[in-house]
């Protein structure tokens, strides 16, 4: 009997490293874990202001930790990375790159 296939939502904001590698390894094992990948942009910026929080990119301590857990967890998601790639661009237009991301098809992906 043949395994069903498992649909899987991934929500990503793109200015995210998190969601990067989140991205990496869900796109690599897709085949594997007989999944179909469904990509949902959400405006993290636009979370974090109506709960009241700032973004770790933009306070020092939690950008720091960011940089370090990033370090970290590249080498177990099998995803290199360069420093520069772990520090975020913080922009006011990152919502067209979002929608213009989630338009993208990936092989054997149906949306």
């Known amino acids: 009997m043949a395994a069903r296939r498992v ?5 990503y ?3 995210s490293p998190y ?5 990496e390894v869900l796109c690599r094992y897709r085949v594997p874990w007989n999944m179909d990948l469904k990509l ?5 910026a636009g979370v974090m202001h109506l709960s009241g929080n700032q973004s ?6 939690r950008h720091k930790y960011m940089v370090k857990d990033m370090q ?5 998601a099998d995803v290199k ?11 006011t237009d990152d919502c067209t790159s979002m929608w213009s991301f989630e338009g993208i098809i990936l092989p ?4």
Do not use: E, M, N
């Open 7 to 11: 649909v899987v939502q991934l929500h």
């Open 13 to 15: 904001d793109v200015l």
């Open 108 to 111: 054997g992906h149906t949306q």
């Open 56 to 61: 770790p990119g933009l306070l020092p301590p």
């Open 40 to 44: 949902k942009p959400v405006f993290l």
């Open 72 to 76: 970290r967890l590249s080498p177990f």
């Open 19 to 23: 969601s990067w590698l989140a991205f």
């Open 81 to 91: 990375l360069a420093p520069s790639q772990v520090s975020v661009c913080y922009r």
